[in-house]
């Protein structure tokens, strides 16, 4: 075999790992509801200090709009969003009592729509360096997504 | 003449009231005494939450392992791994290889979660007044109980719970947990194993 034809070869398979690779990527990164996609769900933690908060973050809407919830295991409401995509305008529109302190609030929100940043750019962590908390949200298997009909 | 006739009606009235007092009474002393029985309790479940302002429902399934009084295994198989297991004063918690351990004399909120969840799957809410208001209800094939939280820390996490009991065997059906927020999660049992034999190692982490 010719250098050529080495070279030309080796180039080949370089683009066909990079496809398999990208599409594999694009299968497993986390990803926002659009349009076609109604419903995603996440397996979330967040890490402040010592302490560990986990649970399920439930995101609905379309290209314009999102509403999302956060849940404990057991189901108990963490808090509820709504987060306008066009304006990039997120909103808490509740927070469990024990969260529910202005500069608490105010930590979430900011730190919520940087997350909605992230996952959209295909990340799943996020870190707030200013408070020090750590956000990961890793995308639920199967049923737990719904597409729309 | 409209005294006569209020009082009449105070007469008519005061037995029925009494009656529904006694009835509910009786209820609940059934279902105390069933309770009372249980030494273990093995099941599967169904946890449905339903999140009003999304219009939309998480369900999980899990099992359950309680031996009384105070040992409870909560173990959540799908769609996401996560164990409770509640061990006299200690909480263990295992989620994707990450284990903790608290102490609900130390973390109030949680000993309450805690302590919600055995009583309630098992039926033991039934006789904690000091927390809880409680009223029977019954249909043709339940007895249900609602208990309304009196205690601050309750009440921030939930308006009522309701606890369907079957008529057949005074067990546990199903949970409902009714949230401020308008949300509310139902755990449903399933395949309830009673008085089996359960090993220790099911409450250590």
Redesign the interface.
């Known amino acids: 075999m010719s250098s050529r034809t080495k070279h030309l070869v080796a180039a080949l398979l370089a683009v066909v790992v990079a496809t398999l690779t990208a599409s594999v990527a694009k299968a497993q990164s986390p990803t926002l509801p659009n349009d076609t996609l109604r419903?995603v769900?996440y397996?979330m933690q967040m890490e402040y200090k010592q302490n560990?908060m986990?649970g399920?973050c439930?995101i609905?809407g379309d290209s314009e709009q999102l509403?999302?919830?956060l849940?404990n295991?057991?189901?108990?409401?963490i808090l509820?969003f709504v987060y306008d995509r066009t304006k990039d305008k997120m909103k808490l529109?509740?927070v469990?009592?024990?969260l529910a302190k202005w500069y608490i609030k105010r930590t979430l929100k900011r730190d919520l729509r940087q997350i909605m940043h992230v996952i959209e750019s295909g990340g799943n962590e996020y870190f707030n360096s200013r408070r020090n908390i750590n956000y990961t949200f890793n995308i639920?298997?199967?049923?737990?997504t719904q597409t729309t009909d | 003449m409209r005294r006569l006739l209020g009082i009449t009606l105070l007469v008519m009235l005061l037995p029925l009231s009494l009656c529904a007092q006694t009835s509910q009474q009786n209820i609940l002393q059934k279902l105390n005494a069933a309770v009372a029985k249980i030494s273990t309790l093995q099941c599967d479940f169904v946890q449905t939450k339903h999140m009003k302002m999304l219009n939309d429902d998480i369900v999980a399934r899990g099992i359950m392992v309680y031996k009384a009084s105070d040992k409870l295994r909560w173990e959540y198989t799908s769609p996401y791994t996560y164990t409770f297991i509640l061990n006299g004063t200690k909480v263990y918690l295992s989620k994707a290889g990450r284990n903790n351990v608290v102490d609900i004399k130390k973390n109030k909120m949680f000993g309450e979660i805690a302590h919600i969840m055995m009583n309630s799957v098992v039926g033991n809410c039934l006789t904690d007044t000091k927390n809880y208001k409680v009223t029977v209800a019954e249909t043709s094939t339940e007895w249900v109980a609602t208990l309304v939280p009196k205690k601050s820390t309750l009440k921030q996490m939930f308006n009522k719970v309701v606890v369907h009991f079957s008529k057949s065997n005074s067990i546990i059906q199903k949970v409902e947990m009714h949230e401020k927020n308008g949300d509310n999660t139902v755990i449903q049992l399933k395949n309830i194993r009673l008085n089996k034999t359960v090993g220790a190692n099911v409450f250590k982490n």
Not at chain 1, 140 to 144: F, L, S, T, V
């Open positions: 419903r769900c397996n560990c986990s399920i439930v609905v509403t999302g919830g849940v295991e057991f189901g108990v409401a509820n529109t509740h469990m009592k024990p639920m298997n199967d049923d737990a």
